[in-house]
């Protein structure tokens, strides 16, 4: 559950920005700097799904043997 919200939150960020970038109206400084304040909190979110994901095929191959 935890790693598709964290998914969503990223791909809700990255369309956003994709399309904002395709209008005049859509303040695209203002949207780089929010970025660069969460960027902590979005490095966090995706190395948070690369552990999980690590520590899960590591649980995985230590049943299996």
């Known amino acids: 559950m935890a790693k598709n ?3 969503a939150i990223l791909a809700i960020a990255f369309i956003m ?5 395709w209008f005049e109206a859509f303040d ?5 700097n929010f970025l ?3 960027a902590p909190l979005y490095m ?7 552990a999980n994901s690590a520590l899960e095929k ?3 191959n230590k049943d299996v043997k």
């Open 58 to 60: 590591y649980k995985e």
């Open 28 to 32: 695209m400084e203002g949207y780089v």
């Open 5 to 7: 919200l964290t998914l």
């Open 36 to 38: 660069k304040g969460f």
């Open 17 to 21: 920005g994709l399309i904002g970038s």
């Open 44 to 50: 966090t979110l995706i190395a948070s799904i690369g």
